[in-house]
């Protein structure tokens, strides 16, 4: 199983109303498998500020977390999803080349 099916495969504990998990290690320099994106829309995400709704994601992920290098999050209750509808693009590494 690929890094990105186990990442998506974990994130469904957390009843996603929607999750999409994209491998973006193409557009940095450290390998493959090592970079992804998340977007998780879930109602367990009601009342959490953003910090709160990253560290659910991440104790949801537990020792997943040691195995890649970065992961950029994206969270919505169901009711910001249907405002916003998408979320944004990550931008070009910057750095290790």
């Not at 957390?14 to 970079?35: F, K, W």
């Not at 693009?89 to 080349?97: D, R, W």
Request: with cysteine.
């Amino acid at each position: 199983m690929t890094m990105q099916a186990r990442i998506q495969s974990a994130l469904t504990l957390l009843q996603p109303q929607h999750l999409s998990v994209l491998d973006e290690s193409h557009m940095h320099s450290r390998g493959q498998q090592t970079h992804y994106k998340a977007v998780v829309v879930s109602e367990r995400f009601a009342g959490l500020n953003s910090v709160k709704r990253h560290q659910l994601v991440y104790g949801t992920l537990g020792e997943l977390m040691g195995e890649f290098h970065a992961l950029a999050l994206h969270t919505y209750t169901p009711e910001e999803w249907a405002a916003i509808g998408a979320a944004p693009a990550s931008p070009v590494c910057a750095g290790g080349h």
